[in-house]
């Protein structure tokens, strides 16, 4: 991707955006980037922002899925899924320092389509349990983190197959532009201020109410009660770390999200969009809870994929995460399946298989897993989103004294 003229003064707002907004990157911090080779200009854009931010120092970490492919295909079963001590020894010295982590993600849906799932899956479950400690410094927000994305001809040739592949590019770049609030016209950052603002209130508004549990229905066949754990807390937007620096962990967002019960989820629930996992598209599937637990499924596509991300440890069968999201929403509005989860998340009401995030409970950022799990909040080494909202979505919220609030009607927010 070379940039000129109009792209290259968008790039150059976008990466201050994911720098200034997103990461929030400080003086005397360590910023660590995982981005696509393909986008290695944009890469530049960023350090260049991060060490005008005063960043001490930038690691960047290139990646390829074709070339990730070509391992898995090549390596045998024990080299691939082998984690190898030094890169835990990496990870781990990055935790000793004043860390920041900014991924720019582009999927590659489907290219794994023929590779072993159950190769892919023992690599990733070897993975996430040598480097939990990682996962859990960012999902307790002990350091900002922020996830952004880029286009790549692959990715967009996939979203929009009847476009030639230039003009696939181009339309899915201007669809991230749009859904990021990036615009030659407006300051991106000042943008973010006034959609953080809209989603606090949001936020606000649903925790004034401190609902039990939500109650889903719509015409695919969706009939489902969430309980919420005490002392719940929503969330979405700009969020707070340890350290006392704002930040924004996802661009685009548009929801407001909190902690389910993991001992208190029953009823069916039926996605709406498919579900990247591993480079496989799970589409078309339905998982039915009973007392936390999924005790049934099926997927008309790569249903051994989903029993792969269910099996992968007890609390995969158990929800972390319940999102609200309003149909009608910039990014709903697109009507683009953008096969990335990031995007397709913030276009409907979704739900996430595995571990909670502790700020989505009353003092929880100070309480050990142990002590999260005695107050319900569910642990695994997955936290795979999935989206199950629709235009006809409906959701009565019980409160405390049992009284009950539409909360959606068709589709969208009504409190």
């Known amino acids: 991707m070379l940039l000129t003229g109009g792209i290259m003064n968008l790039l150059e707002k976008y990466a201050e955006l994911a720098i200034r907004t997103g990461v ?18 944009f890469a530049r854009l960023l350090v260049k922002e991060a060490y005008a931010c ?31 001590e030094w890169l835990k ?39 996430s349990e040598a480097l939990k400690a990682y996962s859990d410094y960012m999902m307790a927000n002990r350091g900002q983190w922020s996830l952004v994305s880029l286009p790549t001809k692959a990715w967009a040739k996939t979203v929009f197959p009847e476009l030639p592949e230039d003009e696939a590019y181009e339309k899915l770049f201007d669809a991230i532009l749009y859904a990021t609030r990036v615009t030659e016209e407006k300051d991106p950052v000042e943008a973010w201020k006034e959609h953080n603002a809209t989603l606090h209130h949001q936020n606000k508004v649903l925790n004034d109410y401190n609902f ?8 695919l066949g ?74 049934d499924f099926d997927a008309k596509k790569e249903k051994e994929t989903l029993q792969a991300l269910l099996d992968t440890d007890e ?62 909040s569910n642990d695994s080494l997955n936290h795979e989103d999935f989206m199950f909202g629709s235009e006809d979505m409906s959701i009565i919220g019980l409160t405390q004294d049992d009284k009950e609030v539409v909360v959606f009607d068709k589709g969208n927010f009504v409190i």
């Open 54 to 84: 005063g960043a001490k120092k930038v690691i960047v970490e290139f990646n390829d899925d074709i070339i990730g492919k070509e391992h898995a295909v090549h390596q045998d079963f024990d080299t691939y899924v082998e984690v190898p």
């Open 89 to 127: 020894v990496k990870i781990n010295s990055l935790l000793e320092e004043d860390l920041c982590n900014l991924s720019v993600y582009a999927p590659s849906p489907g290219l794994f389509a023929d590779v072993d799932g159950e190769k892919l899956a023992t690599a990733s479950k070897n993975q």
């Open 212 to 219: 039990k549990s939500l109650h889903f229905k719509n015409s």
């Open 222 to 295: 969706t009939d489902i009660v969430v309980g919420l754990v005490n002392d719940h807390i929503w969330s979405g937007g700009a969020e707070v770390a340890e350290n006392g620096v704002v930040f924004n962990p996802n661009m685009p967002t548009e929801e407001s999200f909190t902690m389910p019960d993991r001992t208190n989820v029953n009823g069916r629930v039926y996605s709406t969009k498919p579900l990247n996992y591993q480079g496989k598209l799970i589409d078309e599937f339905w998982l039915e809870f009973k007392d936390g637990v999924v005790i």
């Open 24 to 41: 929030n990157v400080q003086a005397g911090q360590t910023l660590r980037i995982n981005v696509k080779a393909e986008h290695y200009e």
């Open 315 to 376: 609390g995969s069968r158990r929800i972390g995460e319940i999102a609200l999201i309003s149909h009608k929403s910039p990014i709903s509005d697109l009507n683009i399946l953008f096969l990335n989860t990031l995007f397709d998340e913030n276009a409907s009401c979704h739900m996430a298989l595995g571990r909670a995030y502790p700020m989505n409970i009353k003092g929880g950022l100070e309480m050990t897993q142990e002590e999260l799990l005695a107050h319900n």
